[in-house]
């Protein structure tokens, strides 16, 4: 891959989900505790620790979320945000949301 700084920003659209309730205080893949309060993310493949910029397509609203996870396993998504995280994108009543993910490999 090429040294220039832009060129190294590696991108992906898809559908964005967040994580029930019901996984609050389990262990992720990643060994931490999980909690809806803090910026977290689950992605099949991304290094833990990677920071990514999560921007919503039809709103333009974005989010910096830590990778911590694995998933999401459903056809289409390409990310579970934390509830907080889906918060800021306004996506908590429709339950998932069109998204691009920006990070540095």
């Excluded at 090429?2 to 991108?11: F, I, M, R, T």
């Excluded at 397509?57 to 990310?79: C, L, S």
Aim: hydrophobic share 30%.
């Amino acid at each position: 891959m090429a040294s220039n700084e832009n060129e190294d920003v590696v991108s992906q659209r898809g559908q964005a989900s967040f994580y029930s309730d019901r996984f609050q205080g389990r262990r992720t893949a990643s060994g931490e505790r999980f909690d809806q309060q803090s910026l977290t993310a689950a992605h099949r493949s991304l290094p833990f620790g990677t920071k990514v910029l999560v921007t919503r397509r039809d709103t333009g609203d974005t989010v910096e979320v830590e990778i911590n996870d694995r998933g999401p396993f459903v056809k289409g998504r390409v990310i579970d945000l934390s509830k907080s995280a889906a918060r800021e994108l306004g996506m908590l009543r429709r339950g998932t949301a069109p998204v691009r993910l920006t990070y540095l490999p």
